[in-house]
């Protein structure tokens, strides 16, 4: 059987679709749009990419956009002042501080003062706490994004359909059950790795979190159902680390000096032995964006007491 190719564009624009209804019909009910409250410091040419992106499909779904601009030498103090600002504006449902914020002011301690129920990226202390307890609380949106595109792949959505560009009922691409299948995590970050590890452990599957200082990853790796490489080294994963059959997610974006974009993984390589994969781009970050924007109309939703 071919290889499926897992779009994250194609996903992401269903997913978006479905979102952009949600802000709609909340929107007959409430009178009122969610707002997302972006802050930018700096002017790191992929963050300011990466939020023109998010910015973009936040208006294609119908949200108000705060937006916030600092400049690279705005101080501790100035950016806990913007969160701030946008914690108490009741106008704003959910509020992105994009990273990697430069460098000497300290991101753990900023991130600590966005308001929990605002944290649409998943990242406040108190909402991975209730990830680790497998309590309600928003899901980091990159590990979200790349768990929906495990569904896809096990789902009987083919990569025909998804060619063809359908619009396709995401409804219908069930949440998994991993029982017995072995999930090979290869990445430990907090924004990655861990909180993945933690919603394929809720699914059930059987995981392995391996990083810089595991031995013999070629091995660990190739034992595994699921491969997700969320690394940060070009082309690191090559065929023979991937199993027969397997599934496998490349979370790395990385850019060669030569301007190309690649992943964590040796695309044709990995691609010949794996049963479903991962392209970059198109694959796990257009879902990182959508998880961000779904995050956020949720907030709304709670935030105004609609279940
Ligand atoms: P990170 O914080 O730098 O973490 C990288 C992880 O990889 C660490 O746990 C590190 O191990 C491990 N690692 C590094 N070299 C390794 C090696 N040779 N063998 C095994 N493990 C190794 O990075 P991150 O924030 O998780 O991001 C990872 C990648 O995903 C990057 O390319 C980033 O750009 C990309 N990313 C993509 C999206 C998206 O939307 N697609 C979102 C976020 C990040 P140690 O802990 O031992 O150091």
């Known amino acids: 059987m071919a290889t499926k190719i897992l779009d994250g564009k194609w996903l992401s624009t269903q997913v978006q ?86 460098k000497g002011l300290d991101e753990k301690k900023l991130l600590d003062l966005i308001d929990p129920t605002k944290d649409v990226d998943g990242l406040h202390p108190l909402n991975q706490g209730l990830l680790i307890r497998g309590s309600p609380a928003p899901r980091p949106c990159t590990p979200q994004g790349a768990l929906a595109l495990i569904d896809l792949a096990y789902s009987d959505v083919n990569s025909d359909l998804i060619s063809k560009n359908k619009i396709y009922d995401t409804a219908a691409i069930k949440p998994i059950d991993l029982s017995g299948k072995k999930a090979v995590v290869i990445g430990r970050s907090i924004l990655v790795g861990k909180p993945l590890a933690l919603l394929l452990l809720e699914r059930n599957a059987t995981v392995v979190m391996a990083h810089s200082k595991s031995k013999d990853l070629a091995q660990l790796a190739s034992s595994a ?16 680390y991937v199993k027969e059959g397997g599934v496998v997610i490349d979370v790395g974006i990385n850019r060669l000096a030569d301007g190309r974009l690649v992943g964590d993984l040796d695309f044709n390589s990995c691609k010949d032995k794996a049963c479903a994969i991962t392209p970059v781009p198109g694959g796990v970050g257009p879902m990182t964006v959508v998880m961000l924007i779904k995050n956020t109309v949720a907030s709304f939703a709670r935030r105004n007491g609609v279940k």
């Open 17 to 102: 679709n479905e979102v952009a209804a949600q802000v709609a019909s909340l929107m007959e009910k409430l009178g009122k749009k969610p707002g997302l409250g972006v802050i930018l410091v700096g002017d790191n040419p992929a963050s300011m990419a990466y939020v023109a992106n998010k910015e973009k499909i936040a208006v294609v779904c119908g949200l108000n956009l705060f937006d916030n601009r600092l400049p690279a030498t705005a101080t501790q103090d100035e950016v806990a002042e913007a969160i701030l600002d946008f914690n108490q504006n009741s106008e704003i449902d959910g509020i992105l501080l994009q990273l990697p914020l430069p």
């Open 225 to 240: 159902d699921i491969l997700v490489a969320a690394v940060g080294v070009p082309e690191l994963i090559k065929g023979d």
